[in-house]
């Protein structure tokens, strides 16, 4: 289970007194789970949950989906959940949210309030399925909600910056053109998510745990494209690198058997026994390619983040500033794996001391010792505050640093065509994403990379840095994460 520190006590403690209780792991766990016909029940819990109505007014959620095996074919497939608020149940304090596409459920707090949520329970009416016997598995990706409104692009000093322009609602209906947009974009139609309609994005950056769970899912020709050595190698091969390389720790557990049986794995950083306190569970997971990305988000019916989206999660209803980073403010003080005030490495508790306004992972002098990206969250202690934590705006973490955030650029017609379709819960038989207007896998033509990593430069860490050179590779300061 994700095992993070949670960066937004202190924003919210301002809120409310309940969120001063600790600075525990988030602990989001999903237990206990049972199905009666049509219906799967489950525990949810998770810590540091908030619903906010004083700035910046909104709250978290778990994006839950459900997959099922066919316990004769062994194949996993997505779930389709009912579209009906009233067919699924939550136990107080939380309330069940449908969607339109019936692919899972956001699960959140039903009133003003913060704190952890202790252990509820809740039941989710499934649709479509046909007789089994089968297997099922309850998945939860941590969400922040991003509220509908204006907000400010384009720093007017960071490379590639757009033009300092306000986001209306008239600017989503009507479009932009490239004059009005600048930075060498595209005109970008109505169609194109801009961040001015309220939307949920990852609080986190995917990590090795929820890509081995992920992977777990997968046929054999599926794991073979979305890893770097193929799953019949021998147990212990790590799954994205030639070896224990840039503190990925995904190891094949158990091989698989050639295009047939998938390989098992698992988190092993350090190296030895798999799943243990110490193996960077919760490290965001570097090496994946757009294609690894996008496949994880069809996978979860998410979809890919815009580079304006990235921006209004960033900035917020906040006025720019020249140079700000993710938190704000253009403090900056770079932090890597190989500092000396990281504590807990690979743990769950991984974090850096002492706290300091602007940590954030980006290039640190010359390179030494282990590096790679550190846990998701890293930062945040129960005393941090937004620019100690690293947090944007609205509570989402790492937008600055750790890994590069890929996301469907402006600059080019490929990119502008996309129009946000979601994530179905299927891939191509080989693992690929495939849905209408994403771009493509195969050439990555239509997405840039935005937010900086642990080896660049800190000005490409700035919210209104773009960096839009095409580029399908699977590298080490790769990652990403979904919004929906
Ligand atoms: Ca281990
Ligand atoms: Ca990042
Ligand atoms: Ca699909």
Known sequence: MMKTKNYFLKIASALFLLFAINSKANNLEITGTSVSGNNITFTISWDNSWNANVAPANWDAVWVFVKYQDCNTRLW????????????????????????????????????????????????????????????????????????????????????????????????????????????????????????????????????????????????????????????????????????????????????????????????????????????????????????????????????????EFEKICRGTQPRVAGEYAWGTTDIAPINSFSPGLINSFQANETYTPAINGACAVAVGSISGVYGPLKVGVFATGTSGRASSGAAYYGVMEMSGNLVERCVTTANATGTAFNGTLGDGTLTANGDSNQATWPSPTTAVGICSKGGDYVNSATQARISNRNTAVDAARYPIYGGRGVR
């Not at 030895?272 to 690894?292: L, V």
Request: proline fraction near 4%; hydrophobic fraction near 35%; include cysteine.
């Open 77 to 308: 497939a997505h779930t389709n959940l009912s579209t009906v608020a009233g067919d699924h149940s939550a136990a107080s304090p939380l309330q069940v949210d449908p969607v339109a596409d019936g692919k899972g459920v956001f699960i959140r707090r039903s009133a003003l309030g913060g704190g952890n949520i202790a252990a509820t329970s809740i039941t989710l009416k499934m649709t479509g399925l046909g007789a089994g016997p089968y297997n099922f598995k309850v998945f939860g990706i941590e969400m922040v909600n991003i509220p509908q409104g204006n907000f400010e692009i384009g720093d007017g000093v960071s490379a590639s910056s757009y033009n300092s322009i306000l986001i209306t609602s008239t600017s989503q209906s009507t479009g932009l053109t490239s004059s009005i947009i600048g930075g060498g974009s595209a005109a970008v139609p109505s169609t194109f998510p801009m961040g001015y309609n309220a939307f949920y994005s990852m609080k986190y950056e995917i990590s090795q745990q929820q890509y081995v769970e992920f992977l777990n899912s997968l046929t054999y020709d599926q794991q073979k494209s979305r890893t770097f050595n193929d799953p019949i190698s021998e147990a212990g091969t790590y799954a994205m690198f030639t070896g224990f390389n840039y503190r990925n720790g995904i190891r094949i557990l158990t091989p698989g058997n050639n295009a047939a049986i998938p390989a098992v794995y698992a988190c092993d950083a350090t190296a030895g026994e798999e799943n243990n306190s110490d193996d960077g569970q919760a490290i965001a997971n570097s090496g994946m390619s757009y294609a690894d990305l996008s496949a994880y988000l069809d996978w979860a019916a998410l979809r890919p983040m815009t580079e304006m």
